[in-house]
C-alpha cells in the first residue's frame, strides 16, 4: 500500500518544481501564481506559499531524491529553489512589493455577448447577469438557449434553498438574460466572451464573423484554455481588441479569471479587462499567450502524473483521498479530471507536450483510453468514477 505522504511526494512535489521554473522563467509573478492556484482551483494556498512552509531546502532535498531516481528533469530542483534553500530567503520576500496598481475602465462595457451554450458560456453568462450586466448570449438552436437558462436556473435555485438569493433576484438575473440564434444579436455589445467548442477552424471562424458583426471599439475575448489567443486576433482587422479571460470551471463559483494578451492586445483593452473582472468579482491575473497560461500549465501535468501513478496499480480512492487530505486540495485529480472532463484534459495535456517538449508530459496511455472509450467524465456519467 503507497502511503499518503508517498502519494504526495510523487504528485505535488514536480508540481511545486514546476511552479519555481515558472517564476524563474519570468513567465508569471509570485503574485499571480498564487491568485491562479488560489482563486481558479480552489488551494487554500499556491505553490510558492507551500515551499516557503515546509521550507526551501526540505522541498529541494525530497526532489532531489526523487530525480536520483527518475532521472527525469521534472523532478530536478529548479536552480532558484536550490538558491533559496542554500542561500536562505522565501518566495514571499521575492514577491513582496511587485502588486499592479487597480485597474479603471478605459473603455464603457454595460453590454456584454457571449458566445456558446456549455457548461462555460452558461456559467460565464450568469456571472456578467448577477452582477447587473444586460447580456446577450448566442447559440445555434432554441433548444440550446433553454438549456442555458436551465443551468443558471437550477445555480441560483440552490442558492435560494441555502437562503443565499431570493426570487426576486432571480427574477432579476433571468430578465437580463437576452437569448438570440443569430451572431448579428451582438451588433451593439461592448465586449464578446467566446466560449465554443475548443477548435482552432471553428474559433477562426467565429473571430472573422465577429470582426464584422460587432460594432468599433468592442473587446472580443476568448475564454480558450489551450489554443493561441494571437492566432485568433489575427483573424480580425482589430488584433488590439482581441484579448483571452480564461475563465475556471465553475465559472460562478472560481473566482479566477487569466487575462491572455498578446503582442498587439492594446493596453487600454488589457485594463478595461482586468476592471471588469473586479467588478464582478473575479481575480484577474496576468499571462503571456503561451500554452497552460499558468494554471492549467501547473495543474495539468500533476493530473497526467496522476493517472500515471495509478497505471502502476495505486487505487484511484486512495490518490484522492490522500491528495485531499495530504495536499488540502478541494478535489482528489480523479474527481476533478472527471469534472473538467478527459476529452479537455487530453486536449490541454497534448498541447502542454507540444509547447514544453518535455518526455514527462507526454499523456497517460490511460487518459487517451477512457476518450477513446467516450468515458469523459460526469458529463457521460462514467469517467474515472462512475456517476
Ligand atoms: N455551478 C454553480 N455553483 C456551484 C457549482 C456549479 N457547478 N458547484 C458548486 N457550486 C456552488 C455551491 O452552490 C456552493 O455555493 P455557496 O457557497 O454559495 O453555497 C459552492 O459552490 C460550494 O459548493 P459545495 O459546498 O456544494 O461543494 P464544495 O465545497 O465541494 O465545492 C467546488 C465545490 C467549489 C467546485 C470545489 O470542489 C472546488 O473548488 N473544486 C476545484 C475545482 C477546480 O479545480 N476547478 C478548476 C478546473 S481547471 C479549469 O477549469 C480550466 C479549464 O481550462 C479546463
Avoid at 154 to 177: C, F, H, P, Q, W
Wanted: aromatic share 6%; proline share 4%; net charge negative.
Amino acid at each position: 500500500m503507497t502511503s499518503s505522504d508517498e502519494i504526495f511526494d510523487t504528485l505535488v512535489l514536480p508540481y511545486l518544481n514546476h511552479a519555481v521554473r515558472m517564476y524563474e522563467a519570468s513567465y508569471a509573478s509570485v503574485t499571480d501564481i498564487e491568485a491562479g492556484m488560489v482563486f481558479g482551483c480552489g488551494y487554500a494556498q499556491g505553490p510558492l506559499t507551500l515551499i516557503d512552509e515546509l521550507g526551501a531546502a526540505t522541498v529541494r532535498d525530497a526532489l532531489a531524491k526523487r530525480y536520483a531516481e527518475s532521472g527525469d528533469r521534472l523532478h530536478q530542483p529548479a536552480a532558484l529553489l536550490d538558491r533559496l534553500a542554500t542561500e536562505g530567503g522565501t518566495f514571499a520576500e521575492l514577491g513582496a512589493g511587485a502588486d499592479a496598481p487597480r485597474p479603471t475602465f478605459k473603455r464603457d462595457i454595460a453590454k456584454v455577448g457571449v458566445v456558446g451554450t456549455g457548461t462555460m458560456a452558461s456559467g460565464i453568462a450568469q456571472v456578467f447577469a448577477q452582477s447587473g450586466y444586460d447580456v446577450v448570449y448566442v447559440g445555434r438552436s432554441q433548444e440550446k438557449l433553454d438549456g442555458v437558462v436551465g443551468y443558471i436556473t437550477k445555480n441560483l435555485d440552490r442558492a435560494i434553498a441555502k437562503g443565499k438569493s431570493t426570487e426576486d433576484d432571480k427574477a432579476a438575473v433571468l430578465a437580463r438574460l437576452t437569448g438570440a440564434t443569430e451572431r448579428a444579436a451582438l451588433a451593439d455589445v461592448d465586449i464578446v466572451v467566446e466560449a465554443i467548442a475548443e477548435d482552432l477552424d471553428v474559433k477562426l471562424e467565429l473571430f472573422r464573423d465577429l470582426d464584422g458583426i460587432c460594432k468599433p471599439g468592442a473587446i472580443l475575448a476568448t475564454t480558450t484554455s489551450s489554443l493561441p489567443v494571437t492566432q485568433l486576433g489575427a483573424a480580425t482587422d482589430r488584433p488590439a481588441d482581441v484579448i483571452g479571460m480564461h475563465f475556471f470551471n465553475p465559472a460562478p463559483v472560481m473566482k479566477l479569471v487569466e487575462v491572455v494578451t498578446t503582442p498587439s492586445t492594446a493596453a487600454d483593452v488589457d485594463e478595461t479587462v482586468k476592471a471588469l473582472c473586479a467588478k464582478v468579482r473575479k481575480v484577474a491575473v496576468s499571462c503571456g499567450d503561451r500554452s497552460g497560461f499558468i494554471v492549467n500549465c501547473l495543474l495539468f501535468p500533476y493530473l497526467n502524473d496522476a493517472v500515471l501513478l495509478a497505471e502502476t496499480g495505486v487505487d484511484l480512492e486512495v490518490i484522492d483521498t490522500a491528495i485531499k487530505e495530504a495536499a488540502g486540495f478541494p478535489m482528489g485529480p480523479f474527481e476533478l479530471l472527471d469534472v473538467v472532463g478527459n476529452d479537455v484534459s487530453l486536449a490541454i495535456q497534448k498541447e502542454l507536450h507540444a509547447e514544453f517538449k518535455e518526455p514527462g508530459f507526454a499523456p497517460a496511455a490511460t487518459l487517451e483510453a477512457k476518450v477513446a472509450a467516450g468515458e469523459l467524465g460526469r458529463k457521460t456519467k462514467k469517467g474515472f468514477h462512475t456517476y
